[in-house]
């Protein structure tokens, strides 16, 4: 994150955290049939669950 300051669309707290979706759910290239892919990273609102960002955790299986 660039420092901003992080306010849930939601719900209005300032309180996230981070967690990975992995397992089935990973991002495969479009390409390459066989790759297992990268898991995603999100930081989400720990009040309500809304999520602030999606982020692809390894770049390099690109």
Do not use: H, W
């Not at 300051?5 to 991002?27: E, H, M, P």
């Not at 898991?39 to 609102?45: A, P």
């Amino acid at each position: 994150m660039n420092n901003q300051i992080q306010i849930c669309n939601s719900c209005g707290s300032k309180k996230f955290t981070k967690g990975r979706l992995d397992g089935y759910a990973k991002v495969r290239p479009l390409n390459k049939t066989f790759s297992l892919g990268s898991g995603i990273i999100l930081t989400f609102c720990k009040n309500c669950g809304e999520v602030f960002s999606m982020k692809v955790e390894n770049l390099n299986k690109f």
